[in-house]
T-cell receptor, first 115, second 109 residues
Framework: SAVISQKPSRDICQRGTSLTIQCQVD?????MFWYRQQPGQSLTLIAT?????????ESGFVIDKFPISRPNLTFSTLTVSNMSPEDSSIYLC????????????FGPGTRLTVT | GQNIDQPTEMTATEGAIVQINCTYQ??????LFWYQQHAGEAPTFLSY??LDGLEEKGRFSSFLSRSKGYSYLLLKELQMKDSASYLC??????????WGAGTKLIIKP
């Protein structure tokens, strides 16, 4: 399976600031996913990021709040902009498994606390 | 709307057997996953069911009934390391993954 790393692993941020989360994969992948997991909640897909095109956002998520970059096939960033305490969550990136695209491998997650 | 229901929390004893249920109501069905997530870690794949019946993989088994919109994950010979959250996820007709909130399993010695 692929190795996925995320930076930072955790952060505490002030309300109104922005944080950029990095996701690095050790192999080239076409699709990368960004999820949010709020305390005690299910995983919620924020957007799908394909290299060379605009990210596709799910209902309830907009580019101004969660801009995504996908400069190459091994890397992506998610920015959480103008943060509020409601953005406190774990943010995870994932990729489809090479043998079966609907299975996903997840990065270790970034635990964000907004004060 | 789309809905996946799992118990919020379960407690079991080391060495015992536990069954975690998942019921779903989704727009279409193209498969069901179970993932394990230890506290502070990423979810990891456990099993995949697309046809009715039982899939066995070591101490873990997963069952699916499509007509009932129901699945369960069966864990045998429980070990302390099995303490984790177990997430049920369904692939709907648009091939989107719909996630349940997860069941936190607490193992007691």
């Amino acid at each position: 399976s692929a190795v996925i790393s995320q930076k930072p692993s955790r952060d505490i941020c002030q309300r109104g600031t922005s944080l950029t989360i990095q996701c690095q994969v050790d192999s080239q992948v076409t699709m990368m996913f960004w999820y949010r997991q709020q305390p005690g909640q299910s995983l919620t897909l924020i957007a799908t990021a394909n290299q060379g095109s605009e990210a596709t956002y799910e209902s309830g998520f907009v580019i101004d709040k969660f801009p995504i970059s996908r400069p190459n096939l091994t890397f992506s960033t998610l920015t959480v902009s103008n943060m509020s305490p409601e953005d406190s969550s774990i943010y995870l990136c994932s990729i489809p498994a090479e043998n079966f695209g609907y299975e996903q491998y997840f990065g270790p997650g970034t635990r964000l606390t907004v004060t | 709307g789309q809905n996946i229901d799992q118990p919020t929390e379960m407690t079991a004893t080391e060495g015992a057997i536990v069954q975690i249920n998942c019921t779903y109501q989704t727009s279409g069905f193209n498969g069901l996953f179970w993932y394990q997530q230890h506290a502070g870690e990423a979810p990891t794949f456990l099993s995949y069911n697309v046809l009715d019946g039982l899939e066995e993989k070591g101490r873990f088994s997963s069952f699916l009934s499509r007509s009932k919109g129901y699945s369960y994950l069966l864990l045998k010979e429980l070990q302390m390391k099995d303490s984790a959250s177990y997430l049920c996820a369904v692939i709907d007709s648009n091939y989107q993954l719909i996630w349940g909130a997860g069941t936190k399993l607490i193992i007691k010695p």
